[in-house]
């Protein structure tokens, strides 16, 4: 079997996709046989939604809707507020350069 080549999210997040995301969390499911994967997994997500504010939780969340179940896991609810959050400070960025 040969190496796969993976990212971590937080540190490569802003020149991820969202399918790569899911791609990724398509290849956890089918292949890594490892309880601790999918409880790792499940932990982050529940752990964003206790500390996530909740309208961006809930923002998010109907875009995480849209991905296949399998796929609909901490990593790419991670993803996607961290993307909300980085478009909401550009936009906010914009709008203040564009007033200054």
């Not at 752990?47 to 875009?63: F, G, H, I, M």
Request: aromatic share 8%; with cysteine; hydrophobic share 40%.
């Amino acid at each position: 079997m040969g190496l796969v080549a993976t990212s971590p999210i937080l540190h490569k997040y802003a020149n991820m996709t969202k399918d790569q995301v899911i791609l990724s969390n398509k290849y956890l499911d089918t292949w890594v046989d490892e309880p601790y994967v999918q409880e790792n997994m499940s932990f982050l997500k529940m752990a964003l939604k206790a500390n996530v504010d909740p309208d961006l939780w809930n923002r998010c969340y109907e875009e995480h809707l849209s991905a296949p179940v399998e796929c609909q896991t901490g990593p790419l609810m991670l993803y996607l507020i961290l993307h909300r959050l980085q478009n909401c400070s550009e936009s906010t960025l914009n709008l203040l350069l564009l007033k200054v």
